[in-house]
């Protein structure tokens, strides 16, 4: 460990403010893809330094597309409002209301309210096709993009085959009410469960897109909501039998998403993407792989030109954070301790108690891909058991292109919409 320790102290760089973080917009050059990640969804940091990279990036780099670990149903109200889509008279905290789904606090939080607002204003300046975009690309808003869908098609094309399948997919769903566990555990004993029904769903859209070009981007998220019935279908479905197959449906969705958010944009669109390490930092290049599990920055290395992606992972060696004790539980404020013994987060904090970042090129790559442990905190989180399963052991220089840490975090600020 002290090896890496003097690696440290000879590569990282101090981050004092918002300005040291123009070696990383160097280091990005001219990246159409960059990942921003987070060690935990509920620090205050990893949200203000994202937004503080993303602000440069759209200003210097002329990225115009977000995309985040959110439901794409909820980011639209972001997305809408943002973009002056609604006539809606509403100000960003009704707009945050939208994130009902647990947990609410990672997106409906003060951090957020800072940087949609900046957003909003940013685009006021700007003509349509420069206005950024804010997205959510996740999996798991299966009834609320199903009736998203029939209430679009119900409005333009009434009588299409579209909202047949639409409403044939909503009813194969239905008895279920709404909660997808009761789905996924039934779909055991279901042959073909639901798939046929948005199978046929998305196929006819795609085939009848034309019909429903739209400047206000209805036809994308026509698009992107049948999209993700479909994959949350076959996601609730692989619940139950597989952690590993449910991650990679998950994953897999996620990039789909994201291309679908390129394609529309056209050939110069550059984009943004806001998710935990986990998802962005490359799973090849952890123990994830051993377990025949892929991840979004894997996938999106591979299907891309190397120059072309840029991933930033984040870290803490200690503070607090928001996060629960139990899946759906209120959520709380919790200390995080010290980081583990020979962790990745340990080797920073020893090599000096202060923010820094590193980025790692083919001077340093080879001093930083040995496999060790890098913590990890989801929306669940009991440190007293962090030893047995918050550390993701890494080859750090092969999982990002560059790292960000802040030794002391504290936790973000929930707007409180939580039911």
């Not at 102290?9 to 160097?26: G, M, V, W």
Request: net charge negative.
């Amino acid at each position: 460990m002290a090896f890496h320790e003097e690696s440290i102290k000879r590569y990282a760089q101090p981050y004092k403010n918002k300005d040291d973080l123009t070696t990383i917009i160097e280091a990005i050059g001219d990246a159409k893809i960059v990942l921003l990640g987070e060690a935990s969804h509920g620090t205050s940091e990893f949200y203000t330094v994202r937004a503080e990279l993303s602000k440069r990036l759209i200003d210097e780099k002329g990225f115009t597309l977000i995309g985040v670990e959110g439901d794409w149903p909820s980011t639209q109200h972001i997305n809408r409002f943002i973009k002056g889509y609604t006539d809606e008279q509403l100000n960003v905290r009704d707009v945050l209301k939208a994130f009902k789904r647990w947990p609410t606090w990672m997106w409906a939080n003060e951090e957020i309210v800072e940087f949609v607002t900046w957003l909003k204003m940013h685009n006021e300046q700007k003509e349509t096709k420069k206005k950024v975009g804010f997205y959510g690309i996740d999996v798991y808003s299966l009834w609320e993009s199903l009736d998203e869908v029939i209430t679009y098609l119900s409005k333009t094309n009434p009588n299409g085959t579209e909202l047949e399948f639409a409403k044939k997919a909503l009813n194969c769903f239905e008895p279920f009410n709404r909660h997808p566990e009761t789905y996924a555990i039934s779909s055991i004993n279901i042959s073909e469960a639901c798939v046929d029904e948005v199978s046929k769903l998305v196929a006819t859209i795609r085939t009848n897109e034309e019909n429903y070009r739209d400047v206000k981007e209805d036809d994308l998220n026509l698009k992107i909501n049948a999209l993700v019935a479909r994959n949350a279908e076959e996601y609730y479905r692989a619940m139950v039998r597989s952690d590993e197959l449910s991650w990679n449906i998950r994953d897999e969705h996620m990039v789909e998403a994201i291309n679908e958010i390129m394609d529309y944009h056209g050939n110069e669109a550059k984009i943004i993407i806001w998710e935990h390490n986990t998802h962005i930092g490359d799973a090849s290049a952890t123990d994830m792989e051993e377990s025949g599990m892929v991840n979004v920055g894997q996938i999106l290395r591979l299907q891309n030109r190397k120059e072309n992606v840029f991933a930033v992972g984040f870290g803490t060696y200690t503070g607090t954070v928001i996060a629960a004790n139990e899946w759906g539980l209120p959520y709380k404020q919790i200390n995080v301790p010290p980081a583990q013994k020979g962790s990745w987060e340990d080797a920073l904090h020893n090599a000096g108690a202060f923010d820094k970042l590193l980025i790692f090129n083919e001077e340093n790559q080879r001093l930083f891909n040995k496999r060790i442990g890098h913590r990890a905190i989801g929306v669940v989180y009991n440190p007293d058991f962090e030893s047995y399963g918050n550390y993701v052991p890494s080859k750090m220089s092969d999982r990002y292109n560059a790292f960000i840490f802040i030794d002391q975090t504290k936790a973000l600020t929930p707007l409180g919409t939580e039911a």
